[in-house]
T-cell receptor, first 111, second 113 residues
C-alpha cells in the first residue's frame, strides 16, 4: 500500500526560528512531490511542486527537497512568522496521476 | 483571479436525504478531482475526471456516491442516501495537465445528522 507519512504531527516554535517539516513515502516511482498549506476551515494552497527529476524547489522563505532513493522530502521554512501558522501537507503523485496525501503537520509560530 | 468554486459551502442534512455538491473548475482545466477530508482518514481521493470522462472512482463508495461532469464547467458529487459517516469536508480540485499543480476549491462542509 502506498503511504505518505509526515512527522512531526504538530510543531510549536517561536517567531524567527528556522524549521524543517518531514515527509516520507513508500514506492520511489513518483511523478512529483507537492507541498500544500491549509488554513483552518479553508481549502489547500499549493506551495511547491518538485518534479521527479528535480532535487529541490524554492519559493521565498520556503525550500523543499526531494530524495527519491530514500523516499523523503523536507520543507524548510526560514525565519518563521506567525502568519506561517497552518497545517502543511505533503502529497505524492503516483503513476496514475493521483495525489496521495500525508496526514499533515500542524505548525504554530508563536509571536 | 481564476479559482475553483464549490457550492454549497456548508450543508446540514438528515440521514437518508440526498446531497448534491457542485464544483466549477478553473476555466480551461480539463481534469477535475473530488477529495474527502476527515479527522480520522485525512484527505482521500474519491474520483477524478479528464475531459469530462471518469478515469478513476475507486475511492468512492459505489452504492451511494455518484460523480458526474455534465459539462466542462460543472462537476457534481451526489450522495444518496446520506449517512452520518459521510460527514466530512469535500474538496474539488482542478488542473490543466495531470502532472501540474492541483488548484483546490474552498470545500463543502457536510454534516449528516
Amino acid at each position: 500500500k502506498q503511504e505518505v507519512t509526515q512527522i512531526p504531527a504538530a510543531l510549536s516554535v517561536p517567531e524567527g526560528e528556522n524549521l524543517v517539516l518531514n515527509c516520507s513515502f513508500t514506492d520511489s516511482a513518483i511523478y512529483n512531490l507537492q507541498w500544500f498549506r491549509q488554513d483552518p476551515g479553508k481549502g489547500l494552497t499549493s506551495l511547491l511542486l518538485i518534479q521527479s527529476s528535480q532535487r529541490e524547489q524554492t519559493s521565498g522563505r520556503l525550500n523543499a527537497s526531494l530524495d527519491k532513493s530514500s523516499g523523503r522530502s523536507t520543507l524548510y521554512i526560514a525565519a518563521s512568522q506567525p502568519g506561517d501558522s497552518a497545517t502543511y501537507l505533503c502529497a505524492k503523485m503516483d503513476s496514475s496521476y493521483k495525489l496521495i496525501f500525508g496526514s499533515g503537520t500542524r505548525l504554530l509560530v508563536r509571536p | 483571479d481564476a479559482r475553483v468554486t464549490q457550492t454549497p459551502r456548508h450543508k446540514v442534512t438528515e440521514m437518508g436525504q440526498e446531497v448534491t455538491m457542485r464544483c466549477q473548475p478553473i476555466l480551461g482545466h480539463n481534469t477535475v478531482f473530488w477529495y474527502r477530508q476527515t479527522m480520522m482518514q485525512g484527505l482521500e481521493l474519491l474520483a477524478y475526471f479528464r475531459n469530462r470522462a471518469p478515469l478513476d472512482d475507486s475511492g468512492m463508495p459505489k452504492d451511494r456516491f455518484s460523480a458526474e461532469m455534465p459539462d466542462a464547467t460543472l462537476a457534481t458529487l451526489k450522495i444518496q442516501p446520506s449517512e452520518p459517516r459521510d460527514s466530512a469536508v469535500y474538496f474539488c480540485a482542478s488542473t490543466g495537465l495531470a502532472k501540474e499543480t492541483q488548484y483546490f476549491g474552498p470545500g463543502t462542509r457536510l454534516l449528516v445528522l
